[in-house]
């Protein structure tokens, strides 16, 4: 007789440190994910047993993954139980199928493969009484012949109250539980009381030589006509996109907010465990440039992370041009501003036009200088040349005097 882990013990210990919370949903699907274990599921393995959420194998009953169950030698188990059901009777249960997959690296004989497991107390109230009801496809009617490796296929653990059971311990009515297999129907007839103590769920027993590797989804649990159909999804693919920014030298960096793409089953930023950040090499004192900006530090159990970085442009600020302020002369008029005197080359400095004081002109159009007569053209010389006219006009002036 081929055994397998009695489970019910180390079930009932870590019952009271889970979080049962509000019991099994109405009927759905539900999604099962790594983030799940340790709230209504436990995982449980020993002696080089495991239970991981994979993508695959090949194209899984719902969605991409599914629960991969592992065995290294006859020691070694793995499970993964429910425990939402704690307190629901047996009586209730109207529906019980899973789907399962064998992969053909497994070394060890083909009749083992993923089980259902059902933690219970067939006393009900009355002490004692706690057992593991285990059905295996090997053990109906064709089971054994039927079996495949690499290939998902359905099995059903009610079949109307028809499909084959066994027990971890000697079941109250029944023949002694370890050499005789019963019907569903039978357990209920001999147990009424019977109620779920500990966990329901998928497990791969200990007691087999070789290697195992199995897969399973779409558990089927139906009770008093509500079934939920459990879909076992891996970790999702999450990625995180840095900012791009700009800002002027000398300034403080802005915050970077990061953006997201890939969450499921409606989950948001907040269902994340801890939030990424987002942060640059630059400071305040770095030049002119171009930086990476670059996102960390996220963790979740249901996703794994992708980051992609963003730039920082540190641009040069803006130069005001200057003011010119007008000179102020005492008395608060403002003064013009200074009009320097035009070189010549090669000449003394020549005094604007403007500021030229014409001599007196008489009537017949001669200027009139300490009584002697300037003659005409000599004036339009002196407006013509500035200083320089002057001086001849000067010249002449003395000449005709002597």
Not at 66 to 74: D, E, V
Not at 203 to 208: K, N
Not at 306 to 312: A, E, I, Q, S, W
């Amino acid at each position: 007789m081929r055994s397998s882990r009695r489970l019910i013990g180390a079930a009932v210990a870590v019952v009271a440190s889970l979080s049962i919370a509000g019991g099994v949903a109405a009927s759905g699907t539900v999604v099962v994910r790594p983030g799940d274990v340790g709230t209504d599921w436990l995982a449980e393995s020993g002696a080089g047993g495991s239970s991981s959420f994979v993508t695959g194998p090949a194209t899984p009953p719902l969605g991409v993954g599914s629960l991969q169950l592992t065995t290294t030698n006859l020691s070694a188990y793995a499970q993964l139980f429910d425990y939402g059901y704690i307190g629901k009777p047996l009586a209730s249960f109207d529906a019980m199928s899973y789907e399962a997959y064998r992969a053909s690296s497994s070394t060890n004989p083909k009749e083992q493969t993923i089980a259902l497991g059902l933690e219970v107390d067939v006393n009900g109230p009355a002490a004692g009484g706690l057992a593991t009801l285990i059905f295996e496809p090997d053990y109906q009617a064709g089971g054994n012949a039927a079996m495949k490796t690499d290939t998902w296929q359905t099995w059903d653990a009610y079949e109307g109250g028809n499909a084959i059971w066994w027990a971890t311990k000697d079941i109250p009515g029944a023949p002694v539980a370890f050499n005789t297999f019963v019907s569903w129907n039978t357990i209920l007839a001999a147990n009424p009381e019977a109620t779920i103590a500990g966990g329901v769920g998928l497990f791969v027993g200990s007691g087999w030589d070789g290697q195992f590797t199995g897969y399973t989804d779409a558990l089927v649990v139906g009770v008093s006509g509500n079934s939920n159909t459990y879909n076992f999804e891996p970790k999702a693919s999450l990625t995180v996109t840095a900012p791009d920014a700009t800002r002027v030298e000398a300034a403080a960096n802005p915050a970077f907010a990061a953006t997201y793409s890939g969450f499921v089953y409606g989950d948001t930023v907040a269902s994340l465990i801890t939030q990424p950040t987002c942060t640059t090499t630059a400071t305040a004192g770095s030049p002119v440039g171009i930086y990476s900006i670059t996102c960390s530090g996220g963790a979740s159990d249901n996703y794994g992370f992708t980051y992609v970085p963003g730039t920082l442009h540190v641009i040069a600020g803006t130069t005001a041009a200057p003011t010119v302020e007008p000179t102020q002369i005492v008395g608060g008029e403002t003064a013009a501003p200074t009009v320097e005197p035009t070189e010549m080359v090669g000449a003394a400095t020549a005094t604007p036009a403007h500021a030229i004081t014409l001599p007196p002109t008489s009537a017949n159009g001669s200027s009139s200088s300490g009584g002697d007569s300037t003659p005409l053209f000599a004036l339009l010389i002196c407006l013509a040349f500035g200083s320089l006219g002057l001086v001849a006009v000067e010249a002449q002036r003395r000449s005709i005097r002597h």
